[in-house]
């Protein structure tokens, strides 16, 4: 606005007074073009600066998205919890009731009240040893999950690969089109790259078993290699247990291999987008089963 008034001034100046020469007036517009460039170039340093600034605005966004998902998440796992602990204390209230409503009661009776009440502390202890395992388990498998979707969802579709936490293990569902060619156990060379990842995981926590399980769709399998789904989906499964043993090393004794066949289907396999949920491959990652019934047992129940 400055250079716009000062060249109108110029002007009218110019109209107005005669006696000034083309040459006069050729130097005072020369001087207010200088100032023209240098105004025009401010300008284009300020669009840099606004386009670098969206920039980082939106990168701040998507870190506010993934923060407030895990959160989420996070916020899922306690009410779990409290809801288990609500049921805990609600079955040892009821049990203290039916107690204190016996009034009259024989010497006989009395000591049978005394080892029912021995009984429902031993029951105590066992609920809460079990309340804090099961602490420590949710809080480690949150972990994981947490961990395994920041690894494995890199440029992959949402529908290839899903990762959730159920009861005491963590799950990945593995879409067939990412880890095998069509009809085969045979592992495809994008798979690797997916097992590679998962295997990274598996090594940093040695107290955790693998299961994998095979799966597939409704649609009966038969060629010289196959004899029809159940041995697909073992053949699948076991495919990815030499993998992870052979390709990095994870210890066989770890690795468990199982075959569900078109059996306990996600979908309905009337539909193609239903059959393709159903043709998947699930590793589950969990405890080791001797730790897990260590922790049923009353007997190991500490004092």
């Not at 609600?90 to 009240?113: C, H, M, P």
Request: charged share 30%.
């Amino acid at each position: 606005m400055k250079i716009q008034t000062l060249l109108l001034m110029a002007i009218i100046s110019m109209t107005t007074v005669s006696c000034v020469s083309k040459k006069k007036i050729a130097e005072i517009q020369a001087r207010y073009q200088s100032d023209l460039d240098i105004a025009n170039k401010q300008l284009g340093q300020c669009g840099e600066d606004l386009n670098d600034y969206m920039d980082r605005l939106a990168a701040a966004k998507a870190e506010n998205d993934r923060l407030s998902n895990s959160s989420d998440f996070r916020s899922e796992q306690v009410q779990d919890l409290k809801d288990q602990l609500a049921d805990c204390k609600q079955f040892r209230d009821k049990q203290v009731e039916q107690v204190g409503d016996l009034t009259v009661l024989s010497q006989s009776a009395n000591e049978n009240i005394k080892e029912t009440l021995d009984q429902l502390e031993q029951r105590d202890k066992y609920i809460h040893l079990l309340q804090a395992a099961k602490n420590k388990t949710d809080s480690m498998n949150l972990a994981l999950a947490i961990n395994l979707k920041s690894v494995l969802t890199q440029g992959v579709a949402d529908d290839d690969v899903e990762i959730k936490v159920d009861k005491t293990v963590v799950f990945i569902n593995i879409s067939d089109k990412m880890l095998f060619f069509s009809g085969s156990s045979n592992i495809t060379p994008r798979a690797k790259d997916i097992l590679g990842k998962i295997a990274k995981i598996i090594k940093s926590r040695p107290g955790l078993e693998v299961m994998v399980e095979g799966y597939t769709d409704n649609v009966p399998m038969r060629n010289s290699c196959i004899v029809d789904n159940w041995d697909l989906s073992v053949k699948r499964s076991t495919s990815v247990v030499r993998t992870l043993q052979n390709d990095y090393s994870i210890d066989p004794n770890r690795l468990i291999a199982a075959g569900r066949g078109e059996y306990n289907a996600l979908a309905d396999n009337s539909t193609e987008a239903g059959k393709a949920a159903n043709r998947r491959t699930r590793i589950i990652i969990l405890p080791k089963l001797d730790e897990f019934y260590d922790l049923l047992d009353p007997t190991k129940v500490p004092n």
